[in-house]
C-alpha cells in the first residue's frame, strides 16, 4: 500500500477503542508510522475526531422524548394481511404469472405443432437429392414396400388410405429414416417417421396438428403408437382440413 | 422509568443526536425524528432493520433543511455542538455519521449523495473546516 492509498484509508477511519481496526487500516497505519508528513497528518486528524467523538457523545436524548418514541414505536401496528398492500399485490401478480407459465407448459405447448415435425417437413420440401422410385400404388398398400426397404410402421389414416402415390422414398434426415409418399393429383406428400427420437407426442390419440407452413403449404401431423403420419400439402390450411375430413370416392 | 426500546428500533437516540446536529435545536431534531418515524412506520416495503436504519438516516439528511431554522442558538446546546451544526453539508452529515460507527462508509456516502471515491476528500474538508471554525 502506498502512502497515498493509505491516506485515503485513514481519513475515513476513525478510531475507536471498542473496535478493533481492519485489516486494511493496519495496513494504513503501518505506512502512516513510516512516513512522517503522513503521521503528522493523521495525528491532527486524530485530535480533531477525539473532540467530534466527545462532543457526539454528550448530546444525550432526553428521557421524555426517549419515552415519547418509545410510545410512538409500541403504537406502530403489528403487519397484517391486507390484499392492497403493493407486497401482496406483487405476490400475487407473481403468483399469477407462475400459474401462467405453468399452463402454457402442461396446456400451450403440446398444442402446438412439435417443432421437430415442423423441420422434417421444411427438409423433405428442400430436400435436394430425389431418391424416389416410381410406386404407382394405393397409399395404404405400400407398407409392405417400404418393410422391404427396411421402414416398419407405415401406417396411413384411413381416410387417405384410396389415394394414389406415385412415388416413394425413404429420406435419412438427423440419421432418422423417414418415408416419404408423393400424391401429386392431390398436391400432397404423405409422410411417415417414428415419435421417439423427436418425442413427440399429440393427444387425443388420432388427432390432428395443423399448421400453415408458408404461403404455398400448410401441414398436419398425428401420432399413433409412436409412429407420427404427416401430410403436406399445397394450399391453405382451410383446404388440407377438408382435404383429411372428406374420404375419397 | 425510562423506555426501553425494541432492539431495531434503538437506533432512534443515535438518530435524534444527528438531527439535533443537523438542526441545531433539541426542539427540531425531536420534530424531525418524530416525523420520520411516522412516515417509515407505514412503509412496509422496507425490509430488514439495517436498511430501515439506513433510510431512517438518510431521510433525516434530505428533510433537515426543511425544518424551522433556529436564528439564535439554543441556550443548552454547547459549542461543540454547534461548531458541527455550522459545518457544510454533506461533509458535516458524512463526519457524524463515521463518528457514529452505525454504517460502513459506501452506505455513508449513499446517505449523503456522494461517490464513495469522493468521500475522502470530503472529510478532509470538513474537518479543517472544523478547525477553523471560530466559535459562535
Redesign the interface.
Known amino acids: 500500500m502506498n502512502v497515498r492509498n493509505a491516506?485515503?484509508h485513514l481519513?475515513?477511519y476513525?478510531a475507536?477503542p471498542n473496535?478493533a481496526p481492519s485489516p486494511t487500516v493496519l495496513k494504513a497505519l503501518k505506512v502512516a508510522n513510516e512516513s512522517a508528513s503522513l503521521r503528522s497528518e493523521y495525528e491532527a486528524?486524530l485530535e480533531?475526531?477525539k473532540?467530534?467523538?466527545?462532543?457526539?457523545k454528550?448530546?444525550r436524548?432526553?428521557?421524555e422524548?426517549?419515552?415519547?418514541?418509545?410510545?410512538?414505536?409500541a403504537a406502530?401496528p403489528t403487519?397484517r394481511f391486507n390484499p392492497r398492500?403493493?407486497?401482496m399485490i406483487a405476490v400475487l401478480i407473481g403468483f399469477l404469472l407462475l400459474i401462467t407459465v405453468l399452463t402454457w407448459n402442461f396446456l400451450g405447448r403440446p398444442a402446438a405443432f412439435p417443432s421437430d415435425a415442423l423441420g422434417i417437413a421444411e427438409e423433405v420440401l428442400t430436400f435436394d437429392e430425389r431418391p424416389f422410385e416410381a410406386v404407382n400404388l394405393p397409399a395404404a398398400s405400400l407398407e409392405d414396400w417400404f418393410v422391404l426397404k427396411g421402414f416398419d410402421g407405415f401406417d396411413v389414416p384411413p381416410q387417405l388410405e384410396k389415394y394414389k402415390a406415385e412415388d416413394a422414398a425413404i429420406l435419412k434426415i438427423d440419421n432418422q429414416p423417414i418415408a416419404v409418399v408423393t400424391v401429386p393429383d392431390q398436391y400432397a406428400q404423405f409422410i411417415s417417421f417414428s415419435s421417439k427420437p423427436h418425442e413427440i407426442s399429440i393427444s387425443p390419440k388420432g388427432s390432428w396438428r395443423y399448421l400453415q407452413l408458408d404461403t404455398e403449404n400448410a401441414l398436419a401431423l398425428r401420432e399413433e403408437d409412436g409412429m407420427c403420419f404427416m401430410v403436406i400439402r399445397r394450399g391453405d390450411l382451410a383446404e388440407l382440413k377438408s382435404f383429411l375430413e372428406k374420404a375419397p370416392n | 422509568m425510562?423506555?426501553?426500546?425494541?432492539k431495531e428500533?434503538r437506533f432512534?437516540?443515535d438518530a435524534?443526536?444527528y438531527a439535533?446536529?443537523l438542526t441545531g435545536s433539541?426542539q427540531i431534531a425531536?420534530e424531525l425524528?418524530?416525523s420520520t418515524?411516522?412516515v417509515l412506520?407505514d412503509r412496509?416495503?422496507i425490509l430488514g432493520n439495517k436498511h430501515r436504519r439506513r433510510v431512517f438516516f438518510a431521510t433525516l439528511f434530505r428533510e433537515s433543511p426543511k425544518a424551522p431554522r433556529v436564528d439564535l442558538p439554543e441556550s443548552n446546546l454547547?459549542d461543540?455542538?454547534l461548531?458541527?451544526h455550522n459545518l457544510p453539508e454533506p461533509g458535516r452529515s458524512a463526519?457524524?455519521l463515521?463518528?457514529?460507527?452505525l454504517f460502513p462508509?459506501d452506505q455513508i456516502a449513499d446517505i449523503v449523495g456522494k461517490h464513495e471515491k469522493d468521500?475522502?476528500e470530503l472529510?478532509?474538508a470538513t474537518?479543517a473546516a472544523?478547525?477553523a471554525t471560530p466559535k459562535p
Open positions: 491516506r485515503r481519513v475515513c476513525v475507536d473496535v486528524q480533531i475526531d473532540k467530534v467523538r466527545s462532543t457526539i454528550d448530546i436524548i432526553p428521557e422524548v426517549l419515552n415519547s418514541l418509545g410510545a410512538r414505536v406502530i403487519r398492500d403493493p407486497a | 425510562m423506555t426501553h426500546l425494541p428500533w432512534l437516540s435524534w443526536s439535533v446536529i433539541q425531536t425524528v418524530t418515524l411516522r412506520a412496509h416495503d454547547s461543540d455542538i461548531k458541527l463526519l457524524t463515521c463518528h457514529m460507527g462508509i468521500l475522502p472529510l478532509v474537518r472544523l478547525t
